[in-house]
């Protein structure tokens, strides 16, 4: 099935630093929401945007909605060992017949303490 | 936001056979949806589950090979029929109002022998 290009694939960054992540897709979404997944478990909903150009933060995390309704950017700020996970962005059309998301690839992140 | 419970949390199973899933969601909500999740893949959308009608398969999906039922507005149930090893997969159960993230449950791991 259809996906969203997520980079980078993979991080490891030290403790303290700041971590950033894009999504790309060739459609046009008019929603596009960020999701964790830890190990053994389903993904969590991190941040959703609604609007083109849109900048939502849920504590440390920052997530923009672009403006071409093409992309979407994640970013952590000052990263902990607790944000070790899978982030997986997931765009949809709302408003339609249809509630779908598509996924993206994922981002696999890795803290070191 | 809703709590999907899924039964069973994993199983292991003979090639051949077939084992439906359980998705219960604590309060009624509008729209059911279950995904694949292959080894290290990200998320793809088998169907939602249309409460009194017929799932609405995606491509690459079949009735045959992934039965769904929603008889009500909490509950739907997946089934994997004459599983061979290829299915060995995360299934994950989804629950959102129209136009609302759609929040998962923790998945069914599914190995097949």
């Known amino acids: 099935g259809q996906q969203l290009n997520q980079s980078p694939q993979s991080m490891f960054i030290q403790e303290g630093e700041d971590v950033s992540m894009n999504c790309t897709s060739s459609?046009?979404?008019?929603?596009w929401l960020w999701y964790k997944q830890d190990p053994g478990e389903g993904p969590v909903l991190l941040i959703a945007l609604y609007k083109a150009g849109e900048l939502t933060s849920n504590g440390r995390l920052t997530a923009q909605f672009g403006i071409t309704r093409k992309d979407s950017f994640l970013n952590i700020s000052a990263s902990i060992p607790s944000d070790v996970g899978i982030y997986f962005c997931a765009g949809s059309l709302y408003g339609g017949a249809t509630n779908k998301l598509i996924f993206g690839t994922g981002t696999l992140l890795a803290v070191q303490p | 936001s809703a709590v999907i419970s899924q039964k069973p949390s994993r199983d292991i199973c003979q090639r051949g056979t077939s084992l439906t899933i359980q998705c219960q969601v604590d309060?009624?909500?509008?729209?059911m949806f279950w995904y694949r999740q292959q080894p290290g893949q990200s998320l793809t959308l088998i169907a939602t589950a249309n409460q009194g009608s017929e799932a609405t398969y995606e491509s690459g999906f079949v009735i045959d090979k992934f039965p769904i039922s929603r008889p009500n507005l909490t509950f739907s149930t997946l089934t994997v029929s004459n599983m061979s090893p290829e299915d060995s997969s995360i299934y994950l159960c989804s629950a959102s109002e129209r136009n609302q993230p759609q929040h998962f449950g923790d998945g069914t791991r599914l190995s097949i022998l």
């Open positions: 309060s009624q909500v509008t729209m």
């Open positions: 459609s046009i979404f008019n929603t």
